[in-house]
């Protein structure tokens, strides 16, 4: 039996041959890595080769089969290309010297069919590497480009060896091979871990029969390699396992399309996503009824763009993505699904749109992971992080909990509250009346840090705070926790009002030095001074918060972050109508920062910009479309001792900008907005 290299069974081939349950053949899994590539014919054949001028030109190139296993070799280039009709059972060993045209940008040769059927299998590299393939791993560029596209009669590449594992420079190596082979049912399995650029480009695409897929062992993929890999492919039921966990652009790109009878998606483990990686990856799968589980929580451009565009019988999908505001992120990604389905997301993103571009409209929406914490329904929140903490309140009495509300005392401006790590107060306050200078009072905390969350209505409307969200007295909360330089985190601070008065949040956390986060500011209706001085001296807040406010008043964020010496991204300012003084002295001294918010107002008002950006010394790019600079002090001084060098933008009708610290800096190179 040892000497058996092949058993039939008709015109099947036999893998195995057992002895009850004993297995007699083979003894050992055979070794086809060891074998020239082999044709085996299924039914009476008939093969020719079309090479490209890469082989024609070059005497030197050969390609040769044997059909008595390898005893003797016809060059198939002294018969055009053509082998005469070969019986059932005949096995067509290849070998060639290609190896000599290393540098080529198309296929160098495919197999096309006459007629018949047949499997393929053994080590391809035979064909470049003659006797010599054995442990080859070589793989050139569009090395096996086309191999055997459209070719129809093959039907299983089950046993085909494609040894390299390493494809890095090989671009486009594989791309096309069996494009249009119809009748294939099994694909080889493929290596390699390491892609390339293109090096899978529609490989199997419109295989109609292919039921197996390849094993995939890739885990560092290269742009488009993996693009439109099985496109068309209309019998696959299970797509192969996809590991890789790194993405790269395009990387699966179109990979499936038209995969009427896919049922079964791969798993999608990867959280970092490319521009593009599953663009159009499942479109028009109709079959599908349940998407891979989307993990990523951030996505990148056109990532998701018509991933499952016309999939008519998806019904299910869980996407934990949190921010999708790059661009074309989620484009008609869900056009064409089913009417009804459940759309699982995470619990803490209110982000989605209904529609093709987000949640389909008709799917019920259901949270996944633990709901976020809504602090807008606790009292203002003091959380202590060192021991021996010491809090009191300047001005006025205030109530006060330690044990989560079950129980209040008062605290009186001579009183303090000794705490250690860990523990939390809460505080409450109603009927004060704030003066102009300091509010309804100041929080001083002495011998340790502290972190401040809840809602800060509850020192406005004591137990009736949630839901409140009109400021009920100027100055309010001014000077609330001024000068407090133990205060290091306020991101979970509410400020739910969208109706401020004058001066309201004034100076709150001026000279707050340990601040490193900002509470959000939700008002898009301002009043004169509501944030001015807000953030002055915050010299550990490294981000601002978003100004959503397109009317803007008098003062209102004068001085908001001046000398926040560890800015580095301001926020946009969409205002195009100012106000006397609004952004006066508002990044002075910011001397991290680098590009200002773009300006995009046309008309200038008195002040508007004066020392807007003094002392940052950093500074060296300004877009601004004033077209107007005629009113009073409106630029002064508003660039000076900015960067030495820089670029600014200007409006291309704009003409009067003087050189200076009241215009354009000297030394900065100027360019006309497009």
Known sequence: MSDVTNYMFGST????????????????????????LTFELLEPTKIFIETS???????????????????????????NGEI??????????????????????????????????????????????????????????????????????????????????????AFYCYTKMFTGCSNMTIAPA????????????????????????????????????????????????????LPATTLAIDCYWNMFNGCTSLTTAPALPATTLANNCYERMFYGCTSLTTAPELSATTLASNCYEYMFYGCTSLNNIKCLATDISASYCTIGWVTGVAATGTFTKAASMTNWTTGANGIPSGWTVQNY??????????????????????????????????????????????????????????????????????????????????????????????????????????????????????????????????????????????????????????ATTLVSSCYRNMFYGCTSLTSAPELPATTLVNFCYNEMFSNCTSLTTAPALPATTLAQTC???????????????ELPATTLVSYCYNYMFSGCTSLNYIKCLATNISASACTTNWLNNVAASGTFIKDASMTNWTTGNNGIPSGWTVQDAS
């Open 583 to 597: 952004y006066a002295s508002m990044f002075s001294g910011c001397t991290s920062l680098t590009t200002a918010p």
């Open 13 to 36: 081939q036999v893998s195995e041959v057992y002895l009850g349950s004993t297995l007699i053949w083979p003894l050992t899994p055979h070794d086809y890595s060891q074998d020239y």
């Open 53 to 79: 001028h890469y082989i024609d030109n070059d005497p030197n190139c050969y390609i040769s089969y044997s059909i008595d296993n390898g005893s003797t070799w016809t060059n198939i280039m002294t018969q």
């Open 369 to 522: 992971g633990p709901t976020p914490h809504d602090y807008s329904q606790d009292y203002l929140t003091i959380e202590v992080l060192d021991n021996g903490t010491q809090i009191s309140f300047t001005q006025n009495s205030i109530e006060y909990s330690i044990d989560n509300g079950t129980t209040w005392g008062t605290m009186t401006t001579s009183e303090y509250l000794a705490l250690n790590t860990g523990e939390k107060a809460l505080f409450k306050a109603s009927g004060l009346t704030p003066t102009s200078s300091v509010g309804i009072g100041t929080f001083t905390v002495n011998n340790g840090r502290i972190n401040v969350s809840g809602n800060i209505m509850s020192m406005q409307d004591g137990d009736n705070f949630v839901n409140s969200t009109t400021i009920s007295n100027k100055s309010q909360f001014r000077r609330l926790f001024y000068n407090c330089t133990n205060i290091v985190d306020v991101s979970n601070l509410i400020l739910p009002a969208t109706t401020l008065d004058q001066n309201c949040y004034q100076q709150m956390f001026s000279g707050c030095t340990s601040l490193t986060t900002a509470p959000e500011l939700p």
């Open 84 to 169: 005469p009709e070969l019986p059932t059972g005949t096995r067509i060993l290849w070998k060639g010297n290609l190896s000599i045209i290393s540098t080529h940008t198309v296929s160098l040769m495919t197999y096309h069919l006459y007629w018949g059927r047949y499997n393929i299998y053994g080590n391809v590299s035979s064909l470049y590497f003659e006797d010599n393939f054995v442990g080859n791993t070589t793989i050139y560029t569009h090395m096996y480009d086309d191999l055997f596209g459209g070719n129809t009669g093959i039907v299983s590449a089950k046993n085909l060896i494609l040894p390299a594992t390493n494809l890095s420079n």
């Open 190 to 241: 493929l290596p390699a871990t390491t892609l390339a650029n293109g090096c899978y480009d529609s490989m199997f695409a419109y295989c109609d029969s292919l039921t197996t897929p390849p094993e995939i062992s890739a885990v560092t993929l290269a742009t488009q390699c993996c693009h439109s890999m099985f496109n068309g492919c209309t019998s696959l039921t299970t797509a192969p396992a």
